[in-house]
Structures are given as C-alpha cells and as structure tokens.
C-alpha cells in the first residue's frame, strides 16, 4: 500500500506564492504517474496538474497554465507544486495522487490519494 502526505498549504494574499509538497511511503514504485487535485467547498473536485514517471511530459489545467509548475524527485519519494500569482478563485483543499497506470487521462486512473492540505488566498 502506498502513504501520500501533503504539506505546505496556508494563508497567502492575492498575488503571492506557495509551494506544496507530497511525500511518498509505503510500497511505492518510482514509474507511477503523479498528479494534483483540488476541491473547493461546494464544487466537485477538479484536475490541477500531472506529470508522469520520466517527469518529461505534464499536464495542467487551463484555470492555472502558466501560474503552477509541477515537479518530482524520485529519489526522495516527492512530488511538487510551485504555486505563483495565486488567485482567490484557487482556494481549496489540495490533495495529491498516484497512478499505476502509465499515462493517466482521468481521476479514476489514480489509485493512491493524499489527505489533503488546504490553501486559502485572500483578496
């Protein structure tokens, strides 16, 4: 079984940055696909960003292209999301996940998810 702990959410003003960070444990293998997700009280939760085993190819949601970057370590097991130029609207609990699957298209492909951190932006 594989253990995802987030960390790095909280408070910032409109305009300011975060970095959030996902570590790994468990029976971990260092080929899954990795991905972020985020779910704001009253809406269904929504697709942030993925990158696959090589790190080489990622995906992001039209909402944060070019405001979020993700990234991984393999070798310390953890997965990253930079965070800049944050927006009220981006207030949510974020949560990380993994894939078996080579190259996930939808949420149903990740298999592991993380208990969340929550990242609240004011105006």
């Known amino acids: 079984q594989v253990q995802l702990v987030e960390s790095g959410g909280g408070l910032v003003q409109a305009g300011g940055s975060l970095r959030l960070s996902c570590a790994a444990s468990g029976r971990t293998a260092s080929n899954y696909a990795m991905g972020w997700f985020r779910q704001a009280p009253g809406k269904e939760r929504e697709f942030v960003a993925a990158?696959?085993?090589?790190?080489?190819?990622?995906a992001y949601a039209d909402s944060v292209k070019g405001r979020f970057t993700i990234s991984r370590d393999n070798a310390k097991k953890t997965l990253y999301l930079q965070m800049n130029n944050l927006k009220p609207e981006d207030t949510a609990v974020y949560y990380c996940a993994a894939s078996r699957a080579s190259r996930p298209t939808v949420s149903n492909e990740y298999h592991y998810w993380g208990q969340g951190t929550q990242v609240t932006v004011s105006s």
């Open positions: 990158i696959i085993w090589s790190a080489v190819s990622t």
